[in-house]
């Protein structure tokens, strides 16, 4: 599991940063891509990254302010071309007025897509699951923005243990198909009647990976619930904390209230993004500088940047660079 930024900027692109999209990369996982908010100009981003839009399965949209959504339309028909009729289908959740805006961009174009379509529309006022299977729950809260604006929690589900294959060995065998079923829980009968209880040979479950995303927002009870515990919080950081009264006044956060959120809500690391095009270069490495007297283990999301999500008994400690 692996989080790719396609684009990092706040408002409108810049020469460095694009406006919001974020990448999940479950292909390890399910051999598809999930992507948070597509902001105008994300298909020319996917082209100088190694994602392919034909296997982005899912999108998951945080507000419907234009940096997070105007690339949509685009995004949708190039899909389509590279899929062809054939494509695999490609769902959308997002606040109410995202199916309207998507299906009149399509009319008005003519445009015709070679996949299903499935635009899943939700308001929410708690935390609530919008997508369960037997690897992952997806789940929304609302968060304090100018318009309805959403955070999402994507739970890894419980992971099963890894297969103890010295002890295997131990008793002569080698690795085969009686590996496989016992990975897979299956009890099995040895040629000469003994037999295996799978139970023996697995070690103990662990926890699957959390990652937090969050759309724009002031600091806030449900930034704090969607993060608690996350291995990774991916929070906006507009502003640095000299411009305070700016997020105040825009429904934004500084570098310095994710860094609060992120420590009050145990999260392992925080990757700090939509960042203001007021912070060129190293100019925004103040965000980080702030950010970090709270939570260490903080980085500043570039464009074309990627962040692997390590299990918590993988995590290295909070000096990164």
Wanted: aromatic residues 8%; contains cysteine; negative net charge.
């Amino acid at each position: 599991m692996e989080i790719y930024f396609l684009g990092t900027g706040a408002g409108m692109p810049s020469k460095e940063r694009n406006v919001t999209s974020i990448i999940l990369n479950l292909l390890a996982e399910r051999n598809v891509y999930w992507m948070f908010d597509c902001g105008e100009g994300t298909q020319h981003q996917v082209l100088h990254s190694p994602v392919r839009i034909g296997k982005v399965e899912k999108l998951f949209i945080t507000h419907l302010h234009g940096d997070h959504l105007y690339g949509l339309p685009g995004l949708l028909t190039s899909r389509s071309y590279q899929g062809g009729d054939s494509g695999s289908p490609f769902t959308i959740y997002g606040p109410k007025g995202t199916e309207a805006f998507v299906r009149t961009a399509l009319d008005v174009s003519q445009a015709h897509l070679g996949y299903e379509l499935e635009i899943k529309e939700f308001t929410v006022s708690e935390e609530t699951v919008l997508f369960e299977d037997e690897q992952f729950i997806v789940s929304a809260g609302p968060l304090v923005h100018r318009i309805d604006s959403y955070g999402y929690r994507i739970v890894e589900k419980l992971q099963k243990g890894r297969l103890l294959v010295e002890k295997l060995k131990e008793l002569g065998l080698t690795s085969g198909p009686l590996f496989g079923q016992i990975k897979k829980g299956m009890d099995v009968v040895l040629e000469d009647g003994k037999q295996l209880k799978a139970a023996d040979f697995i070690g103990p479950s662990y926890p699957g990976r959390v990652v937090t995303i969050l759309g724009d927002t002031q600091p806030c009870e449900y930034s704090l619930k969607l993060a608690r515990g996350a291995d990774v919080l991916v929070h906006e950081a507009t502003f640095a904390e000299q411009k305070k009264d700016l997020a105040v006044a825009y429904d934004h956060s500084t570098a310095m209230d994710a860094a609060r959120t992120a420590k009050e809500a145990g999260a392992g690391m925080l990757i700090l993004t939509h960042i203001s095009s007021r912070y060129q270069k190293d100019e925004a490495e103040v965000l980080t500088e702030e950010a970090r007297q709270i939570h260490p283990n903080t980085h500043l999301a570039r464009d074309h940047a990627s962040y692997e999500v390590l299990r918590k008994n993988k995590r290295e400690p909070e000096n990164l660079p």
